[in-house]
């Protein structure tokens, strides 16, 4: 059974960092683009980075230089450190591969204070 696990997620002051972690179930880990979506209240899922299996990356404009996506191919898992948190990056974050994706799992919230 697939099963996505995000945690890592907490509240912190803007200007504060955390690293937020995905445990992935199932055994296409090591071939698939993977992603960390977020949610804002009222707003819709957004993607905020990929990473390819061979470790290529995007970002959304709004994130780059703060955040940074990484993978342990062996582990199957997706890490997101995030850095320079501000406010509006308040959200719940989630992970999912970047295309076909998954049953969405409960997510990790991020709170940033001003």
């Known amino acids: 059974q697939v099963q996505l696990v995000e945690s890592g997620g907490g509240l912190v002051q803007a200007g504060g960092s955390l690293r937020l972690s995905c445990v992935v179930s199932?055994?296409?880990?090591?071939?698939?683009?993977w992603g960390w979506y977020r949610q804002s209240p009222g707003q819709q899922r957004e993607l905020v980075a990929t990473i390819a299996p061979a470790g290529s990356t995007f970002y959304k404009d709004s994130v780059k230089g703060r955040f940074t996506i990484s993978r342990d191919n062996a582990k199957k898992m997706v890490f997101l450190q995030m850095s320079s948190l501000k406010p509006e990056d308040t959200a719940v974050y989630y992970c999912n591969r970047a295309s076909s994706y998954l049953p969405w799992g409960q997510g990790t919230q991020v709170t940033v204070s001003s």
């Open positions: 199932g055994s296409f880990f090591s071939v698939s683009n």
